[in-house]
């Protein structure tokens, strides 16, 4: 295996170009288990196969496709059968409507016939033919293979609404064996429900044995096992296995583990403890069950218990799907966070998520005072594992003794009572101390016994000039610096014997020093060559440290800053230039800012700077080991971690998801490796646990499908309306089982069993049609759990929910909440619709029903607006005050949109109304007349399905719609300004209405395909101090940003780089698909530069980096590139 | 003539290569039912938007997939009577 953990492109056979569409294939793919064929599908008609051949191990070729078409024809399944090294055999699940088309009594459609298609591809003549076929169940949808070849039975599982029936090519009506797929057995359970197969999977045991998992819609997954002799299937068994979230696939691995990759929410991998022989759940065969599942039956049930068979063991974090976001900051930290909504059904969260870096904690203990900074070292060079920890307190320094565990040490030659700047293992077998006075340089350290007390060999000490004080040092192992208060700055280097030698030459600045930095000794070498000095006029000198240059001592670049530099360290760090490190110089300002630049390792020049402004506090660095890679943690008002990206090597800087603390070195242990750490009086050792991603989430379960997040600043809590389709409410269901447990109860005179199925695993009782809705407070910050749960009545689904301070109740708080009675979609229908407001305590923590207010259609949109609620309902737009037992209108515009008013956003008097399927209108409110007045005056030429929609200014509105596009539209500023000049809109409403439309049309700004559906999306500031960005959230579980460019110049370099990167050859999407016209998908891509194929050019070799730079207009150099981005994600996103 | 009916047979092999290509005497069955598949294959061939509805209608992609696809075989009701007046 190649080391690269990367896709290659070994052939690619283009066969469509015009999208995902009715008739390209592709949204089929069959392969025969041998690998000598693919068969793709469309949904109707078309058919290609190709043939692969092989030429020597790697190399694959593909043959120009073989055509099956059928028209009129649709494929519900496509499958590649087993047949050993027979001629390649594809299964279709197809159906022929034809029919339909000519028969205008309707007939045809209740009696067409859903087939299964055998394709045989002729490998002898090139050549595919349709070689059987059989009617199947006119619900099939699935296929699974049997493993087919010698003494096995080969042929297909199809799977349907109650069926699961083994047919084979050629077979007759008694040769195909059908089982009913059980039911679940329960007081909620209807018995009538019948269960679909949604996903599986066959796991072939050595030997031949073989078995599958097969998941039901409520995500119940069965084994189903075969009695075979010799090829010949006796009967079919099926038996419950375990339920696990509904699936889009299972897979299971040699190593005995089942990976479910859930449909929403976080996938889990789970432990197979055994085959499911043991458990005593009923088992059913293919005789109980008669072939025709139109004939009766008696049903079988299970009944659902926890997991048995399986163990979870590891989940894989997913947020898909997302339904609401907001970005703020109610944790009160340096930077916002992120609140989503995610998930569905009874797997739904609510999550926080965080730029961080998670970190393990490994060790917390007091301290028996505060200290201020901390170090490790070891005691010989040779050493593998730190043997010290030195602590400085606020006048002491207490010395820690590494061993089985961790204890004060006496005797140990440090000097006890003055602080300490600094310790280092020096030469063979010393260490020295730094402290303000002088240097303590200690000879062979040793602890015999393992005693607490150590001898040593030799005490020397080096004192300061008098007068003078050291304020900073800096070393390594065999060179020392020191600065003294009057600006000098002495040197060391070590002597044979490991004592210190002061070099001649001094220098002097004549400035305070505030730091010094001087890089590990690199392998090989004597000594390391560069100090980085650090002053008070706010300047880095550096100096030659090689006593063979004429230029020791002597300073050779100079770097002008900002600020009075508080930190610096130099290091070693991985890369992606082509020697695959670089030195690093990394400094840090005492306004927070910290600066990262390329060390030239020969000249000492440097070069290529990058600065990011990380929190308003001094900077202090600690060079540490972070996942094998050196890496510095910088102090700030929090902590941030400075790396390589483990898999781009590109250059990342993110904060920790830990406390802050003043101080850190690195801890190398013989138990433990991490990061050690003092804040206040508590030491602290943690370690990284993953670098490659740089956000932490954590959630809080939620009940049903949320959809709609509402925030409350003040009292930093959240409201979020749930609702489930086709489930049973819980006040439905306890009733039931109280029912159910009075009839056993009269039946066996004993209490109810009570079962206890986790609706988590389970899901919610489920029943077609019927809707079950709640509202729940969220706190996220302190209690980090839900605080009050509304369930609404049967039958009822919360659709939109608005925090309204009314101004005629004083501004009191109230939630209103848009509810629909017996909602169903296809066709759009409901029996009644009403606002109900809640009153909202004073803490926030507390809804109360306050009153209800029917309304004639569905309130799919709320918003507060000058103190009163604006409800888009249905297509009319009305604004309420509150009265006392009902809504009052106020005003209200009827038809005030085409379709159904889903969104509602608002700048001053102005209103953006989105509709579901035309796009959005601007809305002007006029207050000074009675009755008020909302006026439609513009929209949108092009009918967007709209999801969201944000103000980015008073005349621009960002959106986002159910295709997966971005836009920006503007409204033009004529029309801008005609809509507020007068006080009653009086002309507004004379001016004729264009094309059946407002008067006037907004202009599209920008416009983006971003392949997830855009769900919410924000106007906001992600960073401290940060510059607003548009930031959306996608359904699948994008979280992105959409960034201004502030400059003409940085605009045309960022397209440059995008042409460049789009027209080059090696530099190809993985799914060959044209860049331009993959974000062109729907409309042309407009106004907008794609920033995920800019930021691939970070991860591209450096060759590839300079060639893609020679093929750009005008001449930009790797360096300047690879900063601009990296500038563009620091200063506006993480 | 022979350029003609040479350009008829163009359009017929055109005709049927490509579903949905129209003629001047496509039926407005035809046209609303050709766009209505189009549109449902475009629902079932694009995951967000399945996933979409399917969260919609509380159930899983598959059982949406399977009821669009069913829905592909009539979008739009049954074909009008055949009229053979002339």
């Known amino acids: 295996m190649p080391e690269e953990h990367k896709l290659k492109e070994i052939h690619a056979e283009t066969y469509g170009k015009s999208g995902i569409r009715r008739v390209v294939p592709g949204e089929y793919m069959a392969v025969d288990p041998k690998g000598r064929a693919v068969m793709l599908a469309s949904l109707e008609k078309n058919k290609l196969v190709y043939i692969l051949t092989r030429n020597g191990e790697n190399v694959i070729s593909i043959s120009s496709p073989l055509e099956a078409h059928k028209p009129q024809t649709l494929v519900y399944y496509l499958l590649g059968l087993d047949v050993g090294y027979e001629n390649p055999l594809f299964a279709a699940l197809e159906l022929d409507y034809s029919s339909c088309e000519v028969d205008p009594t309707g007939t045809a459609v209740q009696e067409v016939e859903k087939e299964l298609v055998y394709y045989e591809l002729d490998l002898g003549l090139n050549h595919i033919v349709r070689k059987w076929s059989e009617p199947v169940d006119r619900s099939a949808n699935m296929l699974f293979r049997v493993p087919g070849g010698p003494n096995a039975p080969s042929g297909v599982l199809c799977c349907g609404e109650d069926t699961i029936a083994y047919r084979r090519i050629f077979n007759n009506a008694s040769k195909v064996h059908r089982l009913a797929i059980p039911r679940r057995e329960g007081p909620a359970e209807d018995p009538n429900r019948k269960r679909m197969i949604v996903a599986g999977t066959l796991y072939t045991l050595k030997g031949g044995q073989f078995f599958y998992l097969l998941q039901s819609d409520d995500g119940d997954v069965f084994k189903v096992t075969f009695d075979t002799q010799g090829g010949n299937v006796d009967r079919i068994k099926i038996k419950y296995f375990d339920t696990l979230p509904v699936a889009m696939s299972i897979c299971i691995l040699k190593a005995g583990f089942v990976f479910c990759a859930c449909e929403s929410g976080d996938r889990i991998l789970y432990e197979l403890e055994s085959l499911g022989e043991e458990t005593d759940d009923p088992e059913y065969d293919s005789t109980q069950f008669p072939v025709d599942p139109t004939k009766s039956f008696s049903a079988p049930f299970f009944k659902p218990r926890p997991l048995k068979n399986l163990v979870p063991v590891e989940v894989l974090p997913s947020m898909n799907p997302i339904m609401d976001m907001e970005v703020s900051n109610y944790a009160e930290e340096d930077a916002p966070q992120i609140y989503t909504v995610s998930g569905s059904g009874a797997r739904s969260t609510f999550r926080t998520t965080r730029n961080a870096l998670e970190v393990l904690d490994l060790v917390e203990s007091p301290l028996p005072q505060q200290a201020v900074s901390v170090w490790t070292t070891k005691m010989l060079v040779t050493d593998e594992f730190d043997a010290l920890i030195v602590l400085c307190m606020l006048a002491s320094t207490l010395i820690l003794k590494v061993g089985e565990d961790v204890t004060q040490a006496f005797n140990t030659g440090f000097l006890e009572d003055t602080t300490t700047l600094g310790v280092q293992q020096f030469g063979e077998d010393c260490i020295i101390q730094i402290h303000p006075r002088g240097i303590r340089h200690i000879r062979q350290l040793q602890f015999p016994n393992d005693d607490e007390a150590g001898t040593t060999q030799d005490l020397t000490d080096w004192h300061a000039p008098v007068h003078r004080t050291v304020v900073s040092y800096a070393s390594n192992n065999r060179q020392l610096a020191i600065a003294l208060s009057s600006g000098d700055i002495l040197y060391f280097e070590c002597d044979a014997d490991g004592s210190l030698a002061k070099a001649e030459d001094e220098v002097s600045i004549g400035q305070n020093v505030t730091c010094i930095a001087i890089a590990d000794v690199p392998e090989g070498y004597v000594r390391s060559r560069w100090m980085a000095v650090g002053t008070s006029d706010q300047m880095i000198r550096l100096y030659d440290l090689s006593p063979e240059s004429d230029q020791f001592l002597q300073c050779v670049s100079v770097q002008q800053l900002t600020a009075v530099p508080s930190a610096l360290t130099i290091c070693q760090m991985k890369d992606n230039t082509q020697a695959g490190s670089s030195q690093y110089l990394h400094i840090g300002l005492r306004s927070g800012v910290y600066i990262r630049s390329v060390l030239e390792e020969y000249s000492g020049e440097l070069a290529d700077t990058r600065r990011r402004f990380l929190g308003p506090a001094a900077v202090k660095f600690a060079k540490v080991n972070a996942a094998g890679e050196t890496a510095v943690v910088v102090m700030t008002s929090r902590p941030w971690l400075s790396y390589a990206h483990p898999h781009t090597s590109s250059f990342c800087t993110t904060p920790l998801h830990y406390i802050p603390f003043e101080s850190a070195w690195n801890f190398e242990g013989a138990a433990i490796k991490g990061v050690i750490c003092v804040t206040g009086n508590e030491l602290r050792i943690f370690s990284f646990k993953d670098l490659t991603s740089n956000t932490v989430s954590q959630s809080i379960p939620l009940r049903y499908t949320p959809r709609k997040l509402v925030g409350f600043p003040e009292n930093r809590v959240y409201y979020v309306v749930e609702s489930d389709n086709n489930t049973i409410d819980a006040g439905t269901v306890e009733s039931l089982k109280k029912k159910d447990g009075e009839d056993a109860a009269m039946k066996t005179e004993e209490g109810p069993e009570e079962d206890q199925l986790s609706p988590e695993q389970f899901g919610h009782p489920r029943a077609n049609g019927l809707w079950a809705s709640c509202i729940q407070i969220v706190d996220p910050v302190t209690e980090h759990a839900v605080i009050q749960t509304i369930e609404l009545d049967k039958d009822q689904s919360a659709v939109s929910a608005a925090l309204v301070p009314f101004e005629s109740k004083n501004n009191e708080y109230f939630l209103a909440v848009g509810v629909a009675n017996q909602l169903s979609f296809n066709p759009y229908r409901f029996k009644s619709a009403s606002i109900r407001l809640y009153k909202v305590s004073d803490d926030g923590r507390k809804l109360e029903l306050h009153h209800q207010t029917d309304t004639d259609d569905v309130p799919l949109a709320l918003l507060a607006f000058k103190g009163k609620l604006l409800a888009g309902v249905g297509n009319n737009l009305s604004l309420y005050d509150c009265g006392k037992r009902a809504l009052l209108r106020k005003a209200h515009t009827a038809n005030c949109t085409p379709t159904r008013i889903i969104g509602l956003k608002t700048q001053g008097s102005r209103v953006i109304v989105s509709d579901q399927s035309q796009s959005i209108t601007y809305v002007v409110h006029k207050e000074l007349v009675h009755p008020n007045r909302l006026i439609p005056f513009a929209d949108d030429t092009v009918p967007r399905w709209t999801t969201c929609a944000e103000m980015v200014d008073y005349d621009t509105v960002a959106g986002g719609d159910k295709f997966g596009n971005l836009w920006i539209v503007r409204c033009p500023a004529k029309v801008s300004e005609a809509s507020e000049e007068s006080t009653d809109g009086q002309h507004l409403l004379q001016d004729k209405s264009y094309l059946n439309g407002a008067p006037n049309r907004v202009d599209l700004v920008m416009h983006y395909f971003t392949n997830d559906i855009p769900v919410a999306m924000q106007k906001t500031s992600l960073l401290y101090g940060g510059e607003k960005v548009l930031f959306w959230a996608g359904l699948q579980g994008s979280l992105g940003a959409v960034i201004p460019f502030s400059s003409r110049r940085e605009f045309k370099k960022f397209q440059q780089l995008e042409l460049a990167l789009r027209s080059s050859k090696e530099h190809k999407m993985i799914s060959g698909r044209d860049h331009l016209a993959f974000r062109s998908y729907y409309t042309p891509v407009k106004g907008v530069i794609d920033g995920d194929l800019i930021e691939t050019f970070l991860t591209l070799p450096r060759d590839e980096q300079q060639g893609i730079v020679a093929s750009m207009a005008q001449t930009y150099t790797v360096e300047n590139l690879e900063d601009s981005i990296w500038n563009m994600r620091a200063l506006y996103a993480f | ?86």
């Not at chain 2, 350009?7 to 766009?35: C, K, M, P, V, Y």
């Not at chain 2, 509380?58 to 002339?86: A, F, H, N, S, Y």
């Open chain 2, 1 to 86: 003539m022979a350029d003609k009916l040479r350009a008829q047979q163009q359009l017929e092999a055109l005709q049927s290569r490509f579903i949905g290509t129209g003629n001047a005497d496509t039926t407005r069955f035809e046209w609303t039912s050709n766009i209505a598949r189009d549109s449902i294959a475009s629902y079932i061939g694009h995951p967000p938007m399945l996933q979409y509805m399917s969260i919609g209608l509380g159930q899983p992609k598959e059982k949406t997939r399977v009821q669009l696809i069913d829905r592909m075989i009539q979008p739009v009701g049954p074909p009008p009577p055949v009229c053979w007046v002339r």
